[in-house]
């Protein structure tokens, strides 16, 4: 894994302190996501106020530096927004992993758009969208 980019030093500062990685007091959803490929386990935990907003979400669980980095900075991006909005950026995701999100798209992913580089990389892909699939599931997405 390459530490000389911005990839591998966002990859590896949300290692070394994944500030979501924590269990929410009375979370309204808990989610396992399972990355069988990898051996990936998280559970994704969200607190959604009546207002639909997203108070908090967090994550807990084991896996690669992939995942849980993703994870990680997911929960950065989504506390504080409309499920909506967070349910659109996990589109958004999605697609950037796949190729075919555009860069003004990527820009509103924050920090997780330097993931587009998994996009090369089909043995992490999977990795990658853990969180973000779970994200989609737990706000009653597929
Ligand atoms: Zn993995």
Request: proline share 4%.
């Amino acid at each position: 894994m390459p530490t000389d980019t911005f990839y591998g030093e966002v990859l590896t500062d949300h290692n070394l302190h994944p500030g979501n990685k924590r269990r929410i007091e009375g979370p309204t959803a808990e989610l396992e996501g399972v990355n069988p490929s990898c051996g990936d386990d998280i559970v994704l935990q969200l607190k959604v106020g009546e207002d639909g907003r997203i108070e908090d979400a967090a994550f807990s669980g084991s896996g690669c530096a992939v995942s849980q980095a993703s994870a990680d900075m997911m929960c950065d991006l989504v506390i504080g927004r409309s499920r909506e909005d967070a349910a659109r950026l996990a589109g958004i995701f999605m697609r950037m992993i796949k190729g075919e999100a555009g860069p003004d798209e990527i820009r509103d992913l924050g920090e997780a758009g330097c993931l587009e580089d998994v996009s090369r990389m089909p043995a992490r892909v999977k990795c990658a969208v853990l969180g973000w699939r779970t994200l989609i599931r737990a706000l009653g997405g597929e």
